[in-house]
């Protein structure tokens, strides 16, 4: 015997961003650029000189982070000497950043961690960085309270939304336990 009541049934999957789509296929496009061009300069000259550049190219890392993390602490001692705030930093993570790109093993990671090193482009990159963060504070801020509580809902495996609340019983926090029970709130 059937009902003419239903529960309708969505089996589609919510759309993947782009980033979460493009980021893993971008990462392996780069992993494989950077065997190759090692491959191609151990071909060219030998494995030993591979080897130098990739040393020399961590050396030079840790001695950029090293340098950009003692300035950025000794600007915090002196911000919080004066009794004012930190600064947001003068291009010590863009340092940093470079930094740990020449750490990394590879020839394209080196040029990259390179140019980050370069006063005009941290400018560049930073302010870049500074109108996207700002653009993306004020979509999310653009959203009411409602849209808020509307992605904070519990997506299940199969495609279904529930709204919900967590409500955990345990022993000893409620109601009648051996603790007894909570007293009502007086002001």
């Given at each position: 015997?059937?009902?003419?009541?239903?529960t309708p049934s969505f089996s589609t999957r919510p759309r993947?961003?782009?980033?979460?789509?493009?980021?893993?296929?971008?990462?392996?496009?780069?992993?494989?650029?950077?065997?190759?061009?090692?491959?191609?300069?151990?071909?060219?000259?030998?494995?030993?000189?591979?080897?130098?550049?990739?040393?020399?190219?961590?050396?030079?890392?840790?001695?950029?982070?090293?340098?950009?993390?003692?300035?950025?602490?000794?600007?915090?001692?002196?911000?919080?000497?004066?009794?004012?705030?930190?600064?947001?930093?003068?291009?010590?993570?863009?340092?940093?950043?470079?930094?740990?790109?020449?750490?990394?093993?590879?020839?394209?990671?080196?040029?990259?961690?390179?140019?980050?090193?370069?006063?005009?482009?941290?400018?560049?990159?930073?302010?870049?960085?500074?109108?996207?963060?700002?653009?993306?504070?004020?979509?999310?801020?653009?959203?009411?309270?409602?849209?808020?509580?509307?992605?904070?809902?519990?997506?299940?495996?199969?495609?279904?939304?529930?709204?919900?609340?967590?409500?955990?019983?345990?022993?000893?926090?409620?109601?009648d336990t051996p603790r007894g029970p909570v007293p009502p709130?007086?002001?």
């Amino acid at each position: 015997m059937t009902t003419g009541a239903s529960t309708p049934s969505f089996s589609t999957r919510p759309r993947r961003s782009r980033l979460r789509t493009f980021l893993p296929l971008g990462i392996v496009a780069w992993l494989v650029l950077e065997i190759w061009l090692l491959t191609v300069v151990a071909g060219a000259a030998s494995g030993f000189v591979v080897f130098l550049l990739l040393l020399a190219g961590f050396v030079l890392g840790s001695v950029v982070i090293k340098r950009a993390g003692r300035r950025a602490f000794q600007n915090l001692n002196e911000a919080l000497q004066r009794g004012g705030s930190p600064s947001s930093g003068g291009g010590n993570g863009l340092m940093m950043l470079g930094g740990l790109l020449l750490m990394i093993p590879g020839l394209v990671s080196d040029a990259v961690g390179l140019l980050l090193l370069i006063p005009p482009v941290q400018k560049a990159v930073a302010g870049y960085a500074e109108r996207t963060v700002d653009r993306k504070l004020r979509e999310a801020a653009s959203g009411s309270l409602g849209d808020a509580f509307q992605q904070a809902r519990i997506h299940r495996p199969d495609g279904k939304v529930v709204p919900g609340e967590v409500v955990r019983d345990e022993p000893g926090t409620y109601g009648d336990t051996p603790r007894g029970p909570v007293p009502p709130l007086t002001h």
